[in-house]
């Protein structure tokens, strides 16, 4: 599980400050993510590792508004490990008033689950009391980032997460 921690501040968030963590899996596109958008201050990466590594960052979640779950759409092989490491994140204490956007990345590549192969891959139906929702990306063109930030701007000034 790879980690990028972010506070963004943009036009898409006015001058509202938001604490948004960046997660997925390694390779999912989370760097790139954060290099199209050129947005934000990167103000932690923790290197890739291990579900073993998770005690460590816990320490990133208290007051964090919304977290942005990266799945690599093609990677269909390790699309389980993925749905049981967002699980895991939900059950977060912290985080249980955290909104979720999930980006169903690499859209681009032959084979790419769509959005609705990734909500039932993730099993996202079982996400109760919590708003969220999930967009197509193709983070190497920067296609559907800003569709999916501006649901999560509209969500966090709506006044929930
Ligand atoms: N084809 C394709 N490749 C992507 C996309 N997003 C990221 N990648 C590639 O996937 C690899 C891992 O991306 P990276 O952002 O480093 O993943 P991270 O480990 O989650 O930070 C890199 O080679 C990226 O260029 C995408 O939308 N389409
Ligand atoms: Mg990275």
Known sequence: MGILFTR???????NKEARILVLGLDNAGKTTILYRLQMGEVVSTIPSGQTSIRPYWRCYFPNTQAVIYVVD????????????????????EELKGAVVLIF??????????????????????????????????????????FEGLDWLSNTLKSGSG
Do not use: Y
């Open 104 to 145: 169903a990345n690499k859209q681009d590549l032959p084979g790419a689950l769509d959005d609705a192969a990734v909500t039932e891959a993730l099993e996202l139906h079982k996400i109760k009391s919590r708003q969220w929702a999930i967009f197509k990306t193709c983070a190497v063109k920067g296609e559907g980032l």
């Open 73 to 92: 759409s093609s990677d269909t092989d390790r699309i389980g490990v993925a749905k049981e490491e967002f699980h895991a994140i939900l059950e977060e």
């Open 8 to 14: 963004m501040f943009s036009s898409v968030f006015g």
